[in-house]
């Protein structure tokens, strides 16, 4: 009774306050809530996702694949599995992730056709996830304690913040901007500048769409600006809370992916 | 004989392309089958590759082809009635031995009972392990000559006609393999790479007169695994025959010696990479038993650029080897490019086996490989210096629907 009591004093006040915030809300709570709601709506999630890259050539590959995951808290450690459809050389692989939050991530990738769960070492985030312009850490989200944030200005429907490297070693940027829409607090729009200034790499996203009361970014572009060439980023039949177990993130679902719960209907 | 196979590949190609047409994705590329219970239809995937490469000197025992041949594989799997069933053929026109070859790569069907437990039966692929391609508790049939030609990596596995039941539990999970008919590796036995022969003491060819005595037992292969907090225990077991001729009958003929392994695996993140362990007691029942054991370490050395590392030892009362291997992997921006240098050296015995290879990804159909299969030697009765006749290089161009 004095729990829920105090639960619902606590939730007043967030409420209060989050009305309340304006131009006093740092910029950090900023990119947090975004984060959240760009990696982690729901307890858990499916979802198809479809990749189409175009070179600077104008020459296009494709990427399909389902997403399952689980957050194990939000913000926090969170089980993905990736099961990929096409092209047909990656057919039947399955990617399996357990995102740390401090620590390095746990990954395996199962090939079919040798019959190996392939264990994979910690690698650099910041490289191309299956072929695409998108990085690792773009499908998996960035941990925010990496950057520094500053509200650079804001307008009456979004934020625009600068995000600074705390360990500019690490990563290939220098810095980069993010717009923040208000209405759904997700990213829309990042370019990454480098050493000198110049923009050389932007993701927008281009379709927002509310599923079970979650804005969900369903289709998106990450194009390189100095080279050319772009990928898009589509996704389908969205499912959150849909009440995956535990047990679906193993070895298990490499060998034998549970058909059931990726059975794709809207 | 290769305009025959450049025929043949054009052939194939042409099939493969028609098989493929309507996985165009430039119209309505959003929009088109996402493989929904609506639209689900039979898709049959595979590939079409040619295949070519020559040893670097004229050998004693065999020309200088090593490899040449166009290859359809043809896949397809489909779920029906809570079981998944899976079909994958080859079929290939081998120049080397200038003869037809099919083979049934898996043929098996898939399903769960009791919630808890997977059965797979059929012909299927089957591995386990930590071992980068050095194997301790995978008894697995491999094909050893694919590997060593410079076929697809996915042909080292040589396919095993099998039952396997896979149950999982809180505490632990339990992998029972039964194979009703022995497998043998697809060992080197002298007609398309020569070995040495220590019945006779010295390098062999082809030679019919040598035969090969197979048993008509069964095996069976059990694993128990858990992952803890992302470490990953096993344990194995294996009862069956050595996977080559190690033994010889009454009659002098080469055959395949009882043998039963038990051993044990354990891998985990270790700073900022991969550290794994493996033991393995093989006990031969007519030989002399030994042991061997394993620790290997992966790690991204820079920017998509991975080492690997393993030490290995195989410890008998009389006899030891020991072997150093090195892994390292690059890949380009676009992660289409893949250059990878494996290295075995053997201290004690002072020979190795180098294979260095390229993978480019052209696009989502067409792909290049190529590499060169490098054994050297100090003396030829040695586990990789037997091979050095048989070096070689090969290129392989796929196109894959």
Redesign the interface.
Known sequence: MKASFLTAVSAALLIISGQAIGAEKSARDIVEQAELNAYYSGDDGRSAARMIITDNQGRQQMRQFTILRKDQQDGGVQDMMIFFSRPADVRDTVFRVVKQVNDDDDRWLYLPDLDLVKRISAGDKRTSFVGSHFFYEDVSGRNTDLDNYELVSESEDSYVLKGTPKDPGNVEFSYYEVIIDKEHMLPIESTFYNESGEAYRKMEVLKVETVQGYPTVTHSRMSDLTNGGQTEMQFRFMKYNIGLPDSIFSERSLRNPPAEWLQLRD | MIYRAFFLFTVLFTLAQAASAQDS??DE??DSD????QDQSINV???VEAAIGGRFESSPYHKRLSIAEPRLQLGF?E?WQ?I?WTAKADGWYDGFDETWHGQIRELNA?F?VFDNT?IKVGR?????GTGDYLFLNDLFPKDWQSFFVGRD??Y??APSDALRV?S?FDWI?IDLVWTPEFDHDNYIRGERISYFNPLSGQLTGDDPSIQFVEPTRDEFAVRL?R?YD?V?YAAYGYDGFTKSPEAVTENFQPTFGRLTVVGASV?M?FG???V?TEVANYNRHDAADHWRALVGY???LW??F?GGFQAYIEKGDTQTRTVLTTRLTWRD????LNLSLFAFVSPNQNDGYLRPTFDY?I???W?FSGGFNLFFRETPNTFFGQFTENNNAYLRMRY??
């Open positions: 994705w430039d590329q959003w996402w493989g929904t219970e995937y595979g590939f799997d779920r809570d998944t898939q769960t997977d299927q692929v089957l591995t386990w990596q996915e080292l596995k896979t999982y999970n695994f992952n992302g990953e891998r993140t900022p990479g991969l794994n992966e790690q991204e920017t998509r991975t921006e676009r992660d289409d990804r696009d989502d159909h792909s894959a629907f």
